[in-house]
């Protein structure tokens, strides 16, 4: 019930294309669902992050929609470019808890 | 300089040794982390701390202690180190005001060995 589903584990891209990367939950009293992106020899910082009182949340060409009803969240990546190609992780918290379950990546190559 | 660092950042040791990793920020943040990074299987928390005081086991945190020396350092040790225990560690740090309130900060990770 804690687990968070990441898929696909790796994405290949072209540049121009729409990376989308998806995530499951089962744990409803989930609220808060961020997504890191992690560059080789980086830690993990966060890219967008959006809580279930809204369907979709825009920054720039990153998009997080979110499907309450189907505990089911994805990012997408718009005009994708080779600077983006890193790892993606979801993941899912419960407010006053301030933990983070994380999703098991995704890895994201964007050819030129 | 970094917000969150740690040390060392390469660490080759053999089995039985006892390693501590160590993090310190400059954030002012009271939560810290400690997270592993295993292929295919993502980020798993250790430990985590919300204060000096304020210790707690994560998912995995057997074969694992850890100690907040200060605000700004938490230190994490393998007593006897198993070549299982070979990943990538990663310190986090939270308690931001607003809407970071919520984001953690990871520093750069150390890639442990275990031989």
């Known amino acids: 019930q804690q687990q968070v589903k990441q898929s696909p584990q790796s994405l290949i891209v072209q540049k121009g294309g729409i990376s989308i990367i998806n995530c499951a939950y089962e744990n409803t009293a989930f609220d808060y669902f961020p997504w890191y992106q992690q560059f080789p020899g980086k830690g993990p910082a966060l890219l967008i992050a959006?809580?279930?009182?809204?369907s979709e949340k825009k920054e720039g060409r990153f998009t997080i929609s979110f499907n309450k009803s189907a505990k089911q969240f994805s990012l997408h990546i718009m005009d994708s470019q080779p600077g983006d190609s890193a790892t993606y992780f979801c993941a899912a918290s419960t407010s006053g808890t301030y933990k983070y379950i994380f999703g098991t990546g995704t890895r994201l190559k964007v050819l030129a | 300089d970094a917000d969150v660092t740690q040390t060392p950042r390469n660490r080759i040791t053999k089995t039985g040794k006892r390693i501590m990793l160590e993090c310190s920020q400059t954030?002012?943040?009271?939560?810290m982390y400690w997270y592993r990074q295993d292929p295919g299987l993502g980020l798993r928390l250790i430990y985590y701390?919300?204060?000096?005081?304020?210790?707690n086991k994560g998912e995995i945190s057997d074969g694992y202690s850890v100690s907040r020396q200060a605000q700004a350092k938490f230190s994490l040790s393998l007593e006897s180190a198993i070549p299982n225990q070979t990943a990538l560690y990663f310190c986090?740090?939270?308690?931001?005001?607003?809407?970071?309130?919520?984001?953690?900060?990871f520093g750069p990770g150390t890639r442990l060995t275990v031989l």
């Open positions: 954030k002012g943040h009271d939560r």
């Open positions: 986090a740090t939270a308690g931001g005001t607003g809407e970071s309130y919520n984001e953690q900060f």
């Open positions: 701390s919300f204060d000096v005081k304020d210790i």
């Open positions: 959006i809580r279930p009182d809204v």
